[in-house]
């Protein structure tokens, strides 16, 4: 009992002036990767820190929560209450294939851990929306996961692995998704970027869905440099060279790869470059790789700059460290080094999110979204590794459209042309005090009276915010590029609060408006022709960003109106160009399936298996 | 004489499938390759097959009496393309050569594994779907990429005095274009299927292993079913409702996960036509001006490969007789190829017939496309419109003259 009063404050039992703050970190154990590799190396069961929070059985937390319903045996499997005392003093439940709860354990903490990084990296706490993200662990048979944008839920397959060429693993053995860290990361990552640009799930050009893809393995697989004591093992192991060696680190799905008979892991990180590639490569994980590839060399060439100093210190100068192993304290001071690297690559990812257009992104986009975060945060570049990431994406021939070079200054996106009004003022000081919120532990009180839904007062103050948007938006449409006989859509806003490097805190203000051409919508196969503009403003509600793509009746100058019929043709090639790989339409019943068939050949449930 | 100078097309009107003979004077005597032969179980002409065999044999008699056809050419495995070939009658015609996709090569390892995965995952399906209780319209579809083992056989081992099979295009570089003593004066292309790893891909069937596991699971009761934990794991959803209150899920979101993957069997079985349709042979006779080309059901895979080498690109602008890629659906003719190198008169043919099941052939955007390039454009089933002039309409057949 005494227990249960320091995990609930504020119960009357104890005196509030000795009352134990609760912990803000809750250790979990989960497989660094997967079963697979946890077998052949023990120290791949490791146990993260996730953010404490008050959990229901499932785990159910205030933002996700784990339902372990089994579609295939139509039954439900015990839920698991991580705040049972039994399984806080061992501090998590240990790895076991066999239990299900375990499962549902290694979900929840994977989960968290990538929505943290989410929140870390856009300096506000991620919702989605009022309402919990649902993941089912053992949802279905089959040799896939996949996130559900309708249901908003992850849902995990399980599955028999192959009675022959099974790799390390059993014939015919039962393997699961929901264990596999790189696929949790990778599906709640769907969830994520779908959460921030719902429009990204209209297949509008061959971007779109690589973007999804590429994104959904970057954060897979950086999250694994975060892993300590695995870190330094494959430090130790490959003797510092993370990439000509083969690890897991830069490898993704180890288990899921060799269980389905393909005699490796699912995708690796390489640095390969060919230019040509992004031209060739439509398969969206196959498109998704190039951005992979770029990122994980960006990545390593800096990693590399940051220990030269250590090698020289360690090599006497000669560059050639002595046979045998390394120094653990050099092992301790690289590791550090490759989780600084990563953990910057995959912010600066993350952050450039705020700096995208609402729709029809592509990897140039992305560039450009990156560039400028990064450059508004960290001026100086210290380590250079913004500019091997241009360099890198230079190589596989991804450049952005209608920029002039590819100096910092000109991709950094273009300020507003002309004078634009400020941003609503009543708007900045609401958004000022909901940031305060930023961060702040949910009570256990808190967490069960806001239940799953956004209370009344905060869904009267989003109306509001919704009306002051629009009608900003409306006054302001043609220096917005909007076009203001179309509907206006607020796709997103938000404020983030974020330290930079040098110590200062820098405020933002972003809000995402949307509209679409409905005449197209049908011949496109559902996914119409949209445009949209991203508005980035200071805290004093000056603007500081306009990323527009419009529609060519919203843009407003002769530039953007020809960028936009550029747009709108690439979009008419590339449904034809799924049209011609499609091999269902010829044999649909009804001919009005024709007017959903992008959206019927695009979604996430598509088979992890290339 | 002025008629022996040109060749003659003749469409027999099987129903939903293709069978082509075309007649190329010599000198002493009409040479004939009969191009596929066989009918969509869901798609019958007119009249029945049996009974078009023997039209078609009866029709390539010679003047001793005797059927004779100096190339058989079969395009792809496909029911619609060979079901007629089953009729053991076909061992009293005479047949110079029967030419088959590389594919279909006895011995070679890749078309092997090829033919091997093909007919793997169709014969699955067929089963899968048969204890689903699938709609016939499935069935059909997952049917027509069954290995149709008899009509193979003949055209593996039957016909009389064959003295050559071909699988082409043979490996050598060379062997994109040939000729035979069997069709003098005629040179063949062969534009498809290719070796490239990228159309090779298109014919294997995709990965779905798992979910052809998934539909056959729902076939079983309950307890046969793949468990993933211990029996004893197991909670009613009564018992977790009283157990676990605060998660909240409604009937609907139930169903919507035991539905996963609902429409997978759809997919599978288009996919599977569509990786046999990979296989297609796609040629191009060219005798003097007359270039005819011959695609199968090559889709974009084998197009896009042919499109992109300029010669043949350059070969294609000069088609002047097109038979229409798998019954005119949407993606058997790319755009490019109708609007970029059909410039010039030409004849196409398109042998289809409506079925109800699948309204969306033949493509109506298709057809208008390429009747708006020319009046030469007939169908096999019907005249829809009035044919144009050189058009001989028969019970059985339509049949045109192309100038050499």
Redesign the interface.
Known sequence: MRFMSISKPNSGMSRPSTELAPPPRRPLKIFAFDPMLARLESTRVISIPIMNEPLRPGPQGSRVEVLDYDGVNECFYPAVDLDDPRVLMRGGLDPAEADPRFHQQMVYAVTMKVIENFDFALGRRITFRGRRLRLYPHAFLGRNAFFDPRMGAVLFGYFQAERARQGPNLPGQTIFTCLSHDIIAHEVTHALVHRLRPHFRDPSNPDVYAFHEGFADIVAIFQHFSFDGVLREEIQRTRMDLLKQKTPLAELAGEFGQATGKGEALRTATLDADPQQYERLWEPHDRGSLLVAAIFEAFFLTYQRRIRDLLRIASGGTGRLPEGDLHPSLVNRIAGEAAATAQSALTMCIRAFDYLPPVDVTFGDFLRALVTADVEMAPRDAHGQRAVTVEAFRRRGIYPENVTSLAEVSLVWDPPEGNLPMFPTGLVEDLASAARNLGRLPTQSNAVASGSGLSDGDKRKSKRYIALLSSYAKANASRLHLDVKLPIEVAGFHSSFRVAPDGQLLIDIVAQFAQCDESTKDELGGAPVRGGTTVVASSDGAVRYVIAKPLKSGASTRVKRAEAAGRTERQMEFVERCDQMDAQQAWCSDPADRNTRMLRMHNFAGLHSS | MAETKSITVRMYNVGFGDSFLVMIPGANRTHRVLVDCGAHSLGPGPVSMKEMVHQIISDVKDADGKSRIDVVVCTHRHRDHVSGFQNALWNRVEVGEVWMPWTEHPTDGLARRIREAQSQRAQSLNLALARLGADD?MMA?AENSLTNARAMQMLHKGFLNVRRRRFLPVEKKSGRSFSTPLLPNVEIHVLGPSRDENVIRDMEP??????L??LL?RTVS?SG??????ED?????G??RR??G????TKA??S??????SGTD??L???L??AVNGTSLMLMFVCGRAHLLFSGDA??GT??AALADPEWSEMLSKTTFYKVG?HA???AT??AFVEKHLSKKFSAMVSTRFVK?????P?GPLLSALRARSNRVVRSDESDVPDAGGFKRKPLYVETTLAV
């Open positions: 319209g579809i995709t990965k779905g292993e798992s979910y596991q998934f699971s309950t079913r793949v468990r993933p934990f211990r794991w197991i909670m009613k959803p018992l977790y157990s676990f605060h998660m909240e899920l979101q139930q919507s996960v035991e539905n996963v993957g759809f997919d079985v288009t996919k036509e569509k889709q974009w197009w896009s798998h659906s949407h993606n790319p755009r099941k699948w309204p969306e052939i493509r």
